[in-house]
RNA sequence: GCCCCCAUCGUCUAGUGGACUAGGACGCAGCCCUUUCAAGGCUACGACCGGGGUUCGAAUCCCCGUGGGGGCACCA
């Protein structure tokens, strides 16, 4: 994959990166990571640590990176500037290309005059195309300014080939010479996206659809330098939830209110794991016919070009949330214990790795992001509980009626060795029983008095873990709560 | 304005001329399970953008509309 380091990394990089690595772990290549570097103008400090970060996380570290190496490098597009220039100049020695001298103001007069005409498609000239080679030669020799240009044929058409959207006839007449390298001496993406994929033997190259508008160029750039063309995919765009339009700054602040993101890089904050992200991403744009929660294995298994569709997909966060659920559920206890630790250490909470290690069955189905683990389990590291006397009354009853059934279940427990769903289940429910309540009304007390919250894990599997002592002395609380009603 | 791409339930999609009474998933609604909340199971609702062709037969092929997206830089 080849992002330019020129922002944040979103996940329509993300999703492009994914299928890289999926069709690269498939067919037994490479995964590269190229940054394409060439506009200093627009360069972000700080974005290739974030793409590199983003990629580790999901877990789809590249094979060849400019940190990780490999054969091909250097993997920073600004690292190879002479590589271009000897290429630019083949071009031009094969009449492919030509140096132009226009200055950008005179660039900007002319097509100020075509808009003035109304023309179709506001292009370049031509101007220096019709200087005569050697002329030129001497031009550039003598230090004048210059960028170079690909001549774009003016007769005829271009056929390029996409692999889902089969063959683009683009008239030539529509197409423009455009700049391929620059006057600083760094190439455009055009040329260096071409000859860095032939260099470093890019057998698939997959990118957003916005790039089919330039694809004829490219195509041309390729046939120029008589190469082998790579198989080309133009993947779908994601659009905002709504389906109408691109993300935009405001949709991702939105986003944000709503507890979502569209940067990797924040995901992992929100409580989202690396095997959601991944699944949610791998199905916007690859349809697979019973479409399933799936590993990164299962994906690499599953996945086939051919099965890339090509419409724009609305991004849906809802998804998100379900295959995130989906794969903390396929977590094993040890995993889980281990990613929800550091949001109770975040809380100040004084965490045991044994009692997490019981706790986690008992929430792991209950959670959507990895954070929830804090609404649904922070009362077993808590000292104690501040019950909202409110929700001590159980329904259809009132506070003196409350108190009553409370006095009963410390009787009941406190008579106990100890706590577990073995031993004071039994009890309780004859309680439930002989006194003509139902269990909600009794397990609803308990419940809030020894967990300070009216939803919960399992009340007695809960019991069991924060012990019998702090049980007892919950309930006393509670007890003393409903008395002061 | 011009060029290019796309078009199946609200959303992501399966479907490549007859197996389609158009399948799955998310969401939504109901039921079951159940001490809460979930998870799980079951059921319901829900789509081939419109119009012309081609064909014995079209969601599938062609054309024209319409809608959506992208591009028209010394940005990628």
């Known amino acids: 994959m080849a992002p330019s380091p020129t922002g944040r990394f979103h996940l ?10 999926l069709l690269a772990h498939k067919t037994g290549g490479q995964f590269i990571l190229r940054l394409e570097d060439t506009d200093q103008k627009r360069f972000v ?26 054969k091909y490098g250097p993997y920073r597009q600004t690292e190879r500037r002479d590589l271009y220039l000897k290429r630019a100049n083949e071009l031009v020695q094969k009449g492919f290309a030509y140096p132009c001298f226009c200055s950008p103001e005179r660039l ?17 000239d031509g101007l220096c195309r019709a200087i005569d080679p050697g002329d030129a030669a001497k031009r550039v020799a003598s230090g004048e300014n210059y960028v170079i240009r690909f001549k774009m044929p003016q007769d005829g058409s271009t056929t390029a080939h996409d692999h889902l959207r089969g063959d683009i006839v683009t008239e030539n007449k529509y197409l423009d010479d455009s700049v391929i390298m620059k006057s600083d001496g760094l190439p455009t993406y055009h040329l ?10 890019i057998t698939h190259v997959m990118r957003g659809s916005e790039w089919l508008s330039t694809f004829p160029l490219h195509v041309n750039i390729v046939r120029a330098f008589g190469w082998e063309e790579p198989v080309w995919i133009h993947l779908s765009v994601f659009l905002k939830p709504s389906g109408k339009g691109k993300m935009s700054k405001r949709e991702s602040a939105q986003a944000m209110k709503d507890g979502y993101t569209i940067f990797v890089d924040d995901m992992k904050d929100l409580g989202y794991t690396p095997e959601g992200v991944l699944n949610w991403i791998a199905l916007m744009g690859w349809g697979v016919a019973e479409d399933d929660v799936m590993s990164l294995d299962e994906m690499i298994q599953r996945f086939n070009i051919d099965t890339l569709t090509p419409s724009p997909a609305a991004i849906n966060f809802q998804r998100l949330d379900h295959f995130n659920g989906a794969h903390i559920r396929r977590l094993p206890t040890s995993d889980l214990s281990r990613r929800i630790k550091p949001y ?29 683990c804090l609404a649904f389990a922070s009362f077993f590291f808590k000292e104690s509980v501040e019950p909202n006397p409110v929700e001590l009354i159980a329904k259809g009853l009132d506070a003196k009626q409350s108190v009553e059934i409370a006095k009963k279940c410390f009787e009941i427990l406190s008579a106990l060795p ?28 308990l419940r809030v008095a020894v967990t300070g919250q009216k939803v919960s894990p399992p009340l007695f599997e809960s019991m069991e873990i924060i012990g019998r002592e702090k049980v007892l002395s919950r309930l006393q609380n509670a007890i003393q709560i409903l008395l002061r009603m």
């Open 12 to 21: 329509g990089s993300a999703r492009t990166a994914l299928f890289d690595y």
């Open 45 to 70: 400090p700080g974005s290739e640590e974030e793409i590199l970060r983003s990629l580790d996380w999901l877990g789809i570290t590249p094979d060849e990176s400019p940190v990780h190496g490999g």
């Open 108 to 124: 900007e007069r002319s097509r100020k005059e075509q808009e003035a005409r109304k023309v179709d498609r506001v292009r370049y």
């Open 192 to 201: 260096a996206a071409m000859v860095d994929d032939h260099e470093m033997e």
């Open 344 to 372: 109770f250490v975040e809380a100040g909470l004084p965490v045991e790795d044994d009692a997490l290690l019981k706790i986690t069955p008992l929430i792991r189905e209950r959670l959507v992001t990895l954070d929830d």
């Open 418 to 445: 100890d706590v577990s769903p073995q031993t004071a289940e039994p009890p309780m429910r004859a309680y439930v029983e002989s006194a003509g309540l139902n269990a909600n009304q009794v397990f609803g007390i």
